[in-house]
């Protein structure tokens, strides 16, 4: 079973639009961390954040907020003011401590900003 | 080394050769683990290991995968009699401990094996 689902496939945006990527993810554990990654064209896997069950703590980082909301299992994920440089895919993931911590990932959400 | 070093970047095989693929994770970094990103399954996780701990093995895909990590440091994966399936990017990750504490894992560039 899918344990994270990012539901937009493909989404485009045109410069300067707020954007928010959704994540819903599924866990039995207490103990859990989510992240959210960017992978741009040129293939490599940045991180972004990461955010462990406990903190429900919305998190700002210059363009980009995390919205974590337990209630609904989500972990979204806003662009404000998108930019072209934005365009990648991005990847919400979910580690938990019955496997180990491995990192368990979403389909992706492949974000495309146009001038 | 400052990052995740991965070699070779590129490898294209015949079917039935056997692949090794190798991750230098960074200096320090106890838990390293191997992923797998092709265009039908996403990112996948395959193997990964924690200290001197026998390695979680749980998401490799056949007993023609195997990897190991020698002195806590350096890995390979190696794949046998390879399959056009197992054509994808293999991607290495490491971090300071098991859960990503504060850094999160710190991904390679990957090794994009075609197999022929």
């Known amino acids: 079973a899918q344990k994270v689902t990012q539901a937009q496939t493909e989404i485009s945006v045109v410069e300067k639009e707020d954007v928010t990527l959704d994540c819903v993810y599924e866990t039995r554990d207490t103990t859990y961390y989510l992240f959210w990654y960017k992978q741009p064209p040129s293939g490599e896997l940045v991180f972004l954040i990461r955010r462990n069950s406990f903190d429900e703590q919305n998190e700002i980082s210059g363009r980009y907020s995390w919205n974590f909301q337990k209630s609904t299992s989500s972990f979204n994920f806003t662009i404000t003011a998108s930019q072209v440089v934005d365009s990648a895919v991005y990847f919400c993931a979910l580690s938990e401590a019955n496997s180990g911590y491995a990192l368990n990932f979403g389909k992706g959400t492949s974000l495309l900003v146009t001038p | 080394g400052a990052g995740v070093s991965q070699s070779p970047s590129n490898k294209v095989t015949e079917k039935g050769k056997d692949v090794e693929l190798r991750c230098d994770p960074i200096s320090g970094h106890t838990a390293l683990y191997w992923y797998r990103q092709s265009l039908g399954q996403g990112l996948e996780f395959l193997i990964y290991?924690?200290?001197?701990?026998?390695?979680?093995k749980s998401g490799l895909p056949s007993d023609r995968f195997s990897a190991e990590r020698t002195g806590g440091s350096v890995s390979t994966l190696t794949i046998q009699r390879t399959q056009q399936e197992d054509s994808a990017v293999y991607l290495c990750?490491?971090?300071?401990?098991?859960?990503?504490?504060?850094?999160?894992?710190?991904f390679g560039s990957g090794t994009r094996l075609t197999v022929v």
């Open positions: 290991f924690q200290g001197n701990s026998a390695p979680d």
């Open positions: 990750a490491s971090s300071l401990e098991l859960t990503g504490r504060n850094y999160g894992y710190t």
